[in-house]
Every structure is written in C-alpha cells, then in structure tokens.
C-alpha cells in the first residue's frame, strides 16, 4: 500500500522527522471495490449521500434522520467536532455491500473530504459502514476506518482550529497556544522553504496535532510506538499532479514537546520542505535525497555549523570510520539504531550540501527535480548525475566522502 517512507531518531535536538510518500491508505488513493456491490449499492449509495449533505449544509436533525438511535450520541459528538474545521467537500463512494437476511448490512466505502482553501480535491479513506433496517428504511449503526485506514482527528476528541497567515492547525486535547506557536513556526518556515525552491507551490501548510502519540498512530493506520521519538511527520500523494490534495503535517506532541525552539522551527521547516516538493518527489526519488533536501533547507540559514549539526557522522569520520556509501532507504527504517539513523540523516544532508557548495543551489535542485523525473528508482540518480552534475555515482560518492573530511574532520 505504501510508497517509501523514512524516520529518524536524533540524539539531539535537530530534525526529528520522517517523510511518507504514499501511494494510498493514508491520504489520495482510497480504497477500490475488490468485488462489484451488489444490487443494494444504489439505495446505500443515497442514503450516504443525504448523509454526506447534512454534514456539509450543518443540518443536524438532517444528519440524525439517518442513524439508528443506538449510534447517535457517537454521530453528534463526530458532527459538532467538525463544526470548527473548515470542511467544504464530504462523499461516500460505496465500494462493497455485504448484506445477511437479518435486517442488517456492512458497506464498505471510499469517503473524501476537503478542507476549504487548502486541497484541490478530495482526500480519501477507506471505511467501513454499520447499517440496520427498521420498518423498511435503512439507518446508520456505526462508521468506522477500513482495517488498517487511518482514524480522523475530529474522531479522537474537540478539535480546536488556529489559523495563521499561511497554516491551518488542528488540534485535539492541546492548548491553543501551543497550538498557535506551531502556527507562527509554519508561517516562518514557508517564506524559507520558498526561498530555497522557488516553484511553483501552495505556499499554505495543514499541521495536525493530535493529543497523544497513540493519537498519531491512529491518524498514519499503524501503532503509535512505531513513531515514538518522531517530532513530526509529513502525509502525501506521490505523483499527485497540480491538484492533488494538500499534505498533511502531523506533530508527535510527545516528541515535539521536549524540543527547543530550534529544534522545533527547524521540524517545522523540514516538513514544510516535503510539502513544496510534493510535486518533484515521486518513488524515483531516494530517501537520502528527499531527507537531505529538507535538512539542508532548514539549515540553509539557521547559523549552524556542519560539527554543530552533524554530531554522529562527526564522531565516525574522527574514528576514521566514515561511510563507504551514501546512505541507503533501509537505512533510515523505523526501529533501527538511533546513532546509525542519525548518521544516515546526516549523511544525506551533507551529500545535498556538497552539491549545493560544488555545483551551485540552483543545480541541487535541477538535480532533485531530474531524479524524480525519473520513470522509476533504477537508474534515476546515475542518470542524474551524469545529465546535471557531469559526474558518476563512483565519483560523486568519492567526493562526498572528501566533503565529509573537510566538514566534519
């Protein structure tokens, strides 16, 4: 289901963040049928999309009228959460019907939804939908995530809405003005971001910050223990176009939390990085590149030094045990050892700012935009290379290893 992903678990309080490039599940690809509906679909298919208008013209007792009393606690609590998100776009696309001969259904459908100003088109998830029948007409029983879907924030408690002057933040069980710092961090970093790739972008960030790091968990569809140590982590479509929704930061309150200013400007920036690169980034592209990018972004003008920011790879190098390769996706995978992500990190970081000081910052990202160009992985950064830098992987690798002396030595 997923694209390529990558994390890290810095010591230190640089950038602990992680890029998740998917293909579906979390965001853009929802769910496709895997068997023809069956005749019931089309009367399902009405009901949810009466279902869908009341949400979206906030009509409650419209909204009520089609669920079971048993499950309209749980129906009010989602629909007065969503007052304060600014939803402009709600569709069920019914995928699946199972339907016993007890007055009862199980639909399974694609649900999308948009947020006014900020996505060109639907998010979608897969779900799951309870239905009983009573007296001959259908109600709602229970909406739920499709086994391994993500769960929404308004679906974990009060959501509360900052806007900054180019973010939107949601937040649940946090205090508006953390909420509102996280906002002033992403409206610093976009002006930063921007001026490192001055593309064409939605200049405009989304940041979701759940109440806890088990709330994280449910927003990626994966246990929260598989980001702890994350500050931040970046949801989006490869190969998504012009219109594809827009991403998704989503803050790990526990991670974020103990960081310091720094530390969490330069989260911030890091994945604001992801967003603007959306469009570049496809599963051409390797993880050291598109980690490497971001860190280099965000330290592009943060006044730190290469001992500064890359303490791991330092220590190797002063061991005379530099790295024999540039660093691999694996390397970057959850649950490895926190040092050897660091250095993996680092080591992309200080590839991305070899081309920038040797070739120039306009052919890092000639160079990011080629590799992702690329119809697939094989052969994308040779490629690469040869066509922007005039260089070989032997010899691009050789000269990284020369910069990582010098910087780090």
Not at 38 to 45: H, M, Y
Not at 54 to 80: E, I, K
Request: glycine letters at 10%; a negative charge.
């Amino acid at each position: 289901m997923a694209g390529q992903g990558c994390g890290a678990r810095r010591p230190t309080a640089a950038c602990l963040a992680v890029l998740l490039l998917l293909l579906a599940g979390l965001v853009g690809c929802g769910a496709r049928p895997d068997r023809p509906a069956d005749t019931a679909a089309p009367e399902f298919q009405e009901l949810l999309d009466r279902h869908a208008r009341a949400l979206l013209d906030r009509d409650q007792a419209g909204y009520l009228a089609d669920v079971d009393a048993s499950y309209a606690p749980t129906a009010l609590a989602v629909f007065r959460r969503l007052a304060p998100v600014p939803v402009d776009g709600w569709s069920y696309r019914v995928t699946g019907v199972d339907r016993p001969a007890d007055g009862r259904a199980t639909v399974r459908a694609e649900l999308g939804h948009k947020l006014a100003g900020h996505d060109r088109r639907p998010l979608t998830g897969a779900r799951v939908l309870d239905l009983t029948e009573r007296a001959g007409r259908w109600y709602v029983t229970g909406d739920r995530p499709a086994p391994g879907a993500p769960r929404h924030l308004w679906e974990q408690g009060d959501v509360t809405a900052v806007r900054g002057a180019r973010s939107l933040v949601l937040g649940v069980g946090q205090k508006p003005e953390r909420l509102r710092e996280i906002a002033a961090a992403a409206d610093r970093a976009v002006p930063v971001v921007s001026a490192a790739w001055p593309a064409e972008w939605a200049r405009d960030v989304v940041v979701l910050v759940p109440g806890s790091l088990t709330g994280m968990g449910e927003l990626l569809g994966a246990p929260g223990s598989s980001y702890r140590g994350i500050a931040a982590v970046t949801t989006g479509e490869t190969r998504g176009g012009a219109d594809a929704p827009a991403d998704r930061v989503i803050v790990n309150p526990d991670a974020y939390g103990v960081l310091g200013e720094f530390g969490r400007q330069l989260v911030l920036t890091h994945e604001t990085v992801h967003v603007a690169t959306r469009a570049a980034t496809t599963p051409a592209t390797p993880v050291w590149l598109s980690e490497g990018f971001a860190d280099w972004v965000a330290y592009r003008d943060a006044g730190r030094t290469a001992v500064q920011a890359a303490p791991e790879l330092r220590r190797a190098v002063r061991a005379g045990e530099p790295p024999a390769r540039l660093p691999e996706d694996p390397d970057f995978a959850f649950g490895a050892d926190a040092e050897a992500l660091a250095r993996a990190y680092e080591g992309g970081w200080l590839a991305c700012a070899l081309i920038a000081d040797r070739w120039g910052e306009a052919e890092l990202r000639d160079f990011y935009r080629a590799v992702g160009a690329h119809p697939g992985r094989e052969g994308a950064v040779e490629k690469a290379l040869r066509e922007v830098l005039d260089t070989t992987p032997e010899e691009f690798t050789a000269e990284w290893r020369r910069y990582l002396g010098e910087r780090l030595g």
